[in-house]
């Protein structure tokens, strides 16, 4: 069973260094984390897997990793200046700005000012002047480099559509409302795929796009009957979509987005070209003087065809709420209750660990160190060479951060040749040869 409320999880993540606050020595700054020792290596295979799945595991999509400062002028042709906005409003009694549509029950809300429209872009400055005019924005999506990266990928691949550009990485939004931990943040990850399709078949690649990330939430432990889809009206579709599906989980605090498949047309490719009335788009786009490049490719007939995108985008942070969500268990042993995160192997902060059962016994510390060695050397994850606390302490800690297996080195070992393997979720122990040990390791992934 998931846990049943965030703070149990917020209390495992500051206990056992998944998560903390930013700047928290200075009083921390709200909607900003800092990933610890576990929390760093739970979010990099959570990336991994999402890019295996995506790009590796795929013949049709390229990966890219680009600049997180965006000229304005990207941002002004993909429509977010204008329009990536909320509304906000100042209570005049308790002296708090709310989003308009989520002033919270302990704000009397009768004394608000009429909603005013606020962009939620960070501004920097670039280069040493500032004179207000040379500044760029921290991206908020990392969709729209992924646009203006179009034909430098199609001319340095020679791809042809169907085809996709991935991408992973932060972005920025000065959110005025957070929401319950890492939900709703100020900087987040986002892993974004744009996948280019011909105009006509787009409806078809979103449903298959739907499915395939079901699929991939499955394979991560979060079951389909904690999902829910739920079409995006067409009144509250973002302004570049024709159709969106949200992936909706059942977080503690209630059911809300995991991911986004929108539909996202022509209409960003067709906002960075230039000469835009020769590339027959369907969507409408504001005109473009400022591109240098035409971002279509051409037909069998030699015309401009501007492949429509569709877009599976999602949050790393809430991935990683979803996920440790649907690990966390809470046991009862014997009168006595263990804490289990029951995370799929290839997402375990620590694949195994290494426990030398006397901490100052030479040998079998050395011979702990060689396994540890050896298992480290097949390049799975992490392996964690254990050196203190009692076996039962390092038992309980493994289990609470989803270590899959412990293996325990003793006199035996020296002996025979033998480890014990305790498997995290049956607690069951086993005698392994170390010859086999490799294989049992290899087996959990
Ligand atoms: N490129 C499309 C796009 O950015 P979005 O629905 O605004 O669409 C996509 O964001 C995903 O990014 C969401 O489904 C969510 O997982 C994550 N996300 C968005 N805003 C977030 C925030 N403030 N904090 C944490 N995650 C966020």
Request: charged share 30%; hydrophobic share 35%; net charge negative.
């Amino acid at each position: 069973m998931p846990a049943t409320n965030i703070e149990d999880l917020i209390a495992l993540c500051k206990r056992r260094g998944f998560i903390f606050q930013s700047s928290e020595i200075y009083g921390g700054t709200q909607g900003l984390y800092d990933y610890g020792p576990l929390g760093v290596e739970l979010k990099n295979n959570i990336k991994n897997s999402w890019w295996r799945s995506v790009v590796y595991e795929r013949d049709d999509v390229e990966g890219l990793d680009a600049a997180i400062l965006t000229k304005q002028s990207v941002l002004k042709y993909s429509g977010h200046e204008e329009t990536f906005t909320d509304p906000l409003v100042d209570c005049k009694s308790c002296g708090e700005r709310f989003r308009a549509d989520q002033v919270p029950d302990y704000c009397r809300k009768e004394d608000l000012t009429e909603p005013r429209q606020f962009n939620l872009m960070f501004k920097t400055n670039i280069g040493p002047v500032d004179d207000g005019k040379t500044f760029a924005y921290l991206r908020p999506e990392t969709a729209q480099q992924i646009f203006t990266n179009f034909k430098n990928v199609v001319d340095s691949t020679s791809r042809n559509v169907p085809f996709g550009i991935a991408q992973i990485g932060k972005a920025f939004r000065n959110e005025i409302t957070l929401k319950s931990f890492i939900f709703r943040v100020r900087e987040f990850e986002q892993m974004e795929l744009e996948f280019f399709v011909v105009p006509g078949t787009d409806e078809d690649w979103h449903k298959k796009w739907v499915e395939l990330r079901i699929n991939w939430w499955e394979k991560q432990g979060v079951p389909k009957k904690s999902l829910e889809l739920y079409e995006v009206p067409k009144d509250e579709l973002a302004h570049y979509s024709k159709a969106t599906v949200d992936i909706m989980y059942k977080f503690p605090h209630g059911v809300e987005e995991l991911e986004g498949i929108a539909n996202r047309t022509d209409f960003d490719l067709g906002s960075h070209s230039k000469n835009q009335d020769e590339l027959n788009l369907k969507s409408k786009v504001s005109e473009n003087n400022e591109s240098n490049a035409k971002l279509a490719l051409k037909d069998e007939n030699n015309n401009w065809m501007v492949p429509f995108v569709i877009e599976p985008s999602a949050g790393v942070e809430r991935a990683i709420l979803a996920i440790l969500n649907e690990a966390y268990h809470l046991e009862k042993i014997e009168d006595k209750e263990r804490i289990v995160l029951k995370l799929k192997p290839h997402l375990s902060p620590i694949k195994a660990a290494i426990i030398p059962l006397k901490k100052n016994d030479e040998k079998i510390v050395a011979k702990a160190k060689e396994i540890k060695n050896k298992l480290q050397s097949l390049g799975l994850g992490r392996v964690l060479f254990e050196n203190s606390g009692n076996i039962g302490k390092n038992y309980r800690r493994h289990d609470e951060i989803g270590t899959p297996i412990c293996i325990t080195i003793d006199f035996e070992t020296l002996e025979e040749e033998t480890v014990t393997v305790r498997d995290r979720d049956t607690m069951s122990q086993k005698r392994v040869s170390i010859t086999d040990l490799e294989e049992v390791f290899k087996d959990l992934f």
